[in-house]
């Protein structure tokens, strides 16, 4: 994935320990949530005792993706799965969609959703074959059933209209925006291209859970198909979202409703750092969001650990501030970034509010990667350590059990190999046999 980050250096100019420039940087909208402040330590010639010159380098991901599933009740054209890490661009998508649509017409369903990212899929999809607990029931069994399926797994996005306006350059029909309450009232002419919008919500802004945020847009994806296929009409689904599911969102204490700071573009004044201290400070039209970072040497794991100490928000126009305590769960090695998919102050949070008046703000971060320190190229984040451990409790749980299961099993065959079996026998017949308690 192809990364910028704006950099002001300290070095000939002699600004120590660091800088930011007074200008203001703006970034892509939607891209902030990926946040990054840098330090990469600098040796200068003009110091004499050889201190440390640090870059503070602001981060972006200047390539969102989406993910895009594609699958039909008529065969599709064949392509190679993409590399691990390949970024599909449109131009591509464009190239297999030429001859998939090139000839004939065509029904094509959009299911199109506000927000879409690949780790919905991990987060909510049934795992090890648990289908009772995936979100996308009704879409896993159309996958399975189709003739043929490609899945697309990061597509570039270039913007929101992107999608609609292939699909409607390549079938040369205009979307007609439906829902699968009003879908069994229209009467398709499949003699000629089709292409039926049905667009999705995402859980950002709702009281919902994602899963049943999710849950639900699965069972309207299934009675669509399920009206498709009770009218016999051949199609080609395509889900994919609108937008990246990347966010910031706020609520405040007077209002229930979610405020997304990520469809801004905040400047940076007031951010700093030094050598075991940084802070970066998100300054938007009515808010200030600023992220505090220290590390510190612990001699147990000889190591350097960076922590995120505290996380506030301040509203302008009331002067209120909120704080939020986050080095009990969002900390990784200083050479590290931190990553999670979701950071939230409500549900299984890692940012605890520091005071009683805090409990009513709420913050939620979808898809947050932050560091520190250690960045040795400036521009691109550091191995992540994840939020999402490898050993989880229901591995934990499994492995104790089978432990426990094989201990009793070694157990029990050590007690049978103990058995001696009697090498004397009584004769009725005969004398009883005497044994002697000796033996």
């Known amino acids: 994935m192809g990364n910028t980050a704006h950099t002001v250096t300290g070095g000939d100019d002699q600004r120590w320990p660091c800088s930011w420039s007074d200008q203001e940087h703006y970034y892509p909208r ?26 503070a380098s602001p981060y972006w991901s200047s390539t969102a993706q989406v993910p895009l599933l594609m699958w039909s009740s008529k065969s599709l054209p064949p392509l190679a799965s993409p590399l691990a890490g390949h970024i599909t661009s449109m131009e591509e998508l464009a190239a297999y969609l030429a001859p998939a649509f090139g000839s004939g017409p065509h029904t094509v369903l959009l299911f199109l959703q506000d927000k879409l990212s690949k780790d919905d899929f991990t987060l909510f999809g049934g795992v090890f074959g648990n289908k009772q607990e995936s979100a996308f029931r009704n879409l896993e069994a159309a996958l399975q059933s189709s003739s043929s399926s490609m899945t697309f797994p990061a ?7 992107a999608i609609p306006s292939l699909l409607q350059e390549k079938l040369g029909a205009s979307p007609l925006l439906v829902d699968a309450d009003t879908l069994s009232h229209l009467s398709l002419n499949t ?27 699965d069972e309207v994806m ?55 201290n940084s802070m970066l400070v998100l300054n938007f039209v009515n808010y200030t969001l600023s992220f505090a970072m220290s590390q510190r040497f612990y001699p147990v794991s000889a190591r350097n650990w960076f922590t995120l100490d505290s996380v506030q928000l301040q509203v302008h126009q009331t002067g209120q501030t909120g704080s939020f305590i986050g080095s009990r769960g969002i900390y990784a090695p200083a050479e590290y970034s931190f990553r999670c998919q979701s950071v939230s102050s409500f549900r299984d949070a890692l940012l605890i509010p520091s005071n009683q008046n805090t409990t009513q703000w709420r913050l939620n971060f979808i898809d947050f990667q932050i560091q ?12 992540a350590s994840d939020c999402a451990g490898f050993f989880t409790a229901g591995i934990w749980m499994g492995l104790i059990t089978s432990l426990l299961m094989l201990l009793i099993f070694v157990y029990g065959l050590h007690m049978i190999m103990q058995l001696n079996t009697m090498d004397r026998f009584d004769d009725p017949k005969g004398p009883s046999i005497s044994v002697p308690q000796s033996e």
């Open 155 to 161: 597509l570039e996005w270039t913007g929101e209209s």
């Open 372 to 383: 520190g320190f250690g960045l040795s190229n400036s521009t691109n984040f550091s191995y």
């Open 191 to 217: 003699s000629v291209s089709n292409l039926l919008l049905i667009n999705l919500p995402y859980c950002s802004g709702s009281l919902k859970s994602c899963k049943e945020v999710l849950s639900g847009n």
């Open 222 to 276: 299934g009675k669509v198909l399920s009206f498709m296929k009770a009218k016999d009409v051949s199609y080609t689904a395509i889900y994919t979202g609108l937008q990246p599911s990347q966010s910031l969102l706020i609520s405040l204490p007077s209002s229930s409703e979610w405020i997304d700071l990520a469809a801004q573009s905040p400047t940076l004044s007031g951010s700093m750092c030094n050598s075991t």
């Open 30 to 55: 939607r891209e902030i949530v990926r946040i990054l402040l840098s330090l990469l330590s600098l040796p200068s010639s003009h110091d004499p005792e050889q201190r440390q010159y640090v870059t």
